[in-house]
């Protein structure tokens, strides 16, 4: 899968990047703002985003994924570190496969890539 990782925290972006690529899955760039991850996903049209709810600039993860889906359709997984339940209320708005609290363990995140990579491998079969 193509995949845009959006994370502001250059470690977590790191992480994430590297868990993807040896599940080998295609991390075409990383944005660490919402209005760069609307211009990526815009752009390049990946069928997956790790979307980290909050973001380097005034746009959030929620409010660019809406974004976004007003151009297509991706698959998002949602990451975020907050645990106020009105985020969680405002991802539940959109449409998305997962959201992950942070600290996650990588073996979490493994494991959630594994299986979009074969829930994706079954939908592109069909």
Same mark, same amino acid.
């Given at each position: 899968?193509?995949?845009?990782?959006? =994370?502001?925290?250059?470690?977590?972006?790191? /992480?994430?990047? +590297?868990i993807?690529?040896? =599940?080998?899955?295609?991390?075409i760039g990383?944005a660490h703002?919402? +209005?760069?991850?609307? =211009? #990526?996903?815009?752009k390049?049209?990946?069928?997956?985003?790790? #979307?980290?709810? #909050?973001?380097?600039?005034?746009?959030?993860?929620?409010?660019?994924?809406?974004?976004?889906?007003?151009?297509y359709?991706p698959?998002?997984?949602?990451?975020s570190?907050?645990k106020?339940? =009105?985020l969680?209320?405002r991802a539940?708005?959109?449409?998305?496969y997962?959201?992950?609290?942070k600290p996650?363990?990588?073996?979490e995140?493994?494991?959630?890539?594994?299986?979009l990579?074969?829930?994706?491998?079954? /939908?592109?079969s +069909?």
């Amino acid at each position: 899968m193509k995949v845009l990782v959006v =994370e502001d925290d250059p470690v977590q972006s790191y /992480l994430i990047d +590297k868990i993807l690529t040896s =599940e080998g899955h295609n991390v075409i760039g990383t944005a660490h703002s919402g +209005k760069t991850a609307i =211009e #990526m996903a815009s752009k390049y049209k990946p069928e997956l985003i790790t #979307m980290d709810i #909050m973001l380097s600039d005034d746009i959030d993860g929620i409010q660019a994924a809406v974004s976004i889906q007003k151009i297509y359709k991706p698959t998002i997984l949602y990451l975020s570190g907050n645990k106020d339940s =009105e985020l969680l209320q405002r991802a539940n708005k959109t449409s998305y496969y997962k959201y992950l609290r942070k600290p996650f363990y990588v073996s979490e995140l493994r494991e959630v890539f594994k299986k979009l990579k074969l829930d994706y491998s079954n /939908l592109k079969s +069909k």
